[in-house]
């Protein structure tokens, strides 16, 4: 199975309080994160990461060890520093600006930034993306675009636990 998910900020004590993260210091938030990627996304399953993986200046690898999933993509947000991840992609299967994959026939494009245009998105391809943390929620499903914040803090607005990863099945039936 196809997972993704956005915006974990790990090692980030400051989030809690941006983002009114439920968590009273940042080991629990980082433990909170990683046992809800870990209790879905199996070792053999594709998780998709879209930007703000862990703080600048901390070590991804000490992170990315923590998550059971062997395929996992990164796609750079504005919190993740680019020469952090130069000596062997630091566990990730792969590091880039954006991606756009086809998965089960469906067009899915991924990016850190929310788009309002896309490639194919006049031909049904999905837009996932993180960063606003959940800011965009409303517009989302008031616009019949098919674009999801599939960021941690958007998770609960649609009575997922906080930082479950989407499947690609949940995504199916939430845009069809």
Same mark, same amino acid.
């Given at each position: 199975?196809?997972?993704?998910?956005?915006?974990?900020?790990?090692?980030?004590?400051?989030?809690?309080?941006?983002?009114? +993260?439920?968590?009273?210091?940042?080991?629990?938030?980082?433990? &909170?994160?990683?046992?809800?990627?870990?209790? &879905?996304?199996?070792?053999?399953?594709?998780?998709?990461? $879209?930007?703000?993986?862990?703080?600048?200046?901390?070590?991804?690898?000490?992170? +990315?060890?923590?998550?059971?999933?062997?395929?996992?993509? $990164?796609?750079?947000?504005?919190?993740?520093?680019?020469?952090?991840?130069?000596?062997?992609?630091?566990?990730?299967?792969?590091?880039?600006?954006?991606?756009?994959?086809?998965?089960?026939?469906?067009?899915?494009?991924?990016?850190?930034?929310?788009?309002?245009?896309?490639?194919?998105?006049?031909?049904?391809?999905?837009? $996932?993306?993180?960063?606003?943390?959940? +800011? $965009?929620?409303?517009?989302?499903?008031?616009?019949?675009?098919?674009?999801?914040?599939?960021? &941690?803090?958007?998770?609960?607005?649609?009575?997922?636990?906080?930082?479950?990863?989407?499947?690609?099945?949940?995504?199916?039936?939430?845009?069809?």
């Amino acid at each position: 199975m196809i997972y993704f998910s956005s915006d974990q900020h790990f090692g980030h004590s400051n989030i809690i309080k941006y983002c009114e +993260r439920p968590f009273s210091n940042v080991h629990i938030m980082d433990q &909170v994160i990683f046992d809800n990627i870990n209790e &879905v996304v199996g070792a053999n399953d594709t998780l998709y990461i $879209l930007g703000d993986f862990c703080f600048k200046g901390k070590k991804p690898i000490e992170y +990315r060890s923590r998550i059971v999933c062997q395929d996992v993509h $990164l796609i750079f947000g504005n919190h993740d520093k680019r020469s952090d991840y130069k000596d062997d992609l630091q566990g990730f299967s792969s590091v880039q600006d954006v991606k756009e994959i086809i998965y089960c026939n469906q067009r899915i494009y991924l990016s850190h930034y929310p788009h309002r245009s896309w490639p194919a998105s006049h031909k049904g391809s999905w837009m $996932l993306y993180g960063h606003v943390h959940s +800011r $965009l929620n409303e517009e989302d499903k008031a616009s019949n675009r098919l674009t999801l914040d599939v960021g &941690v803090d958007n998770t609960t607005n649609y009575y997922k636990p906080f930082a479950q990863p989407w499947s690609f099945k949940e995504l199916q039936k939430l845009f069809y």
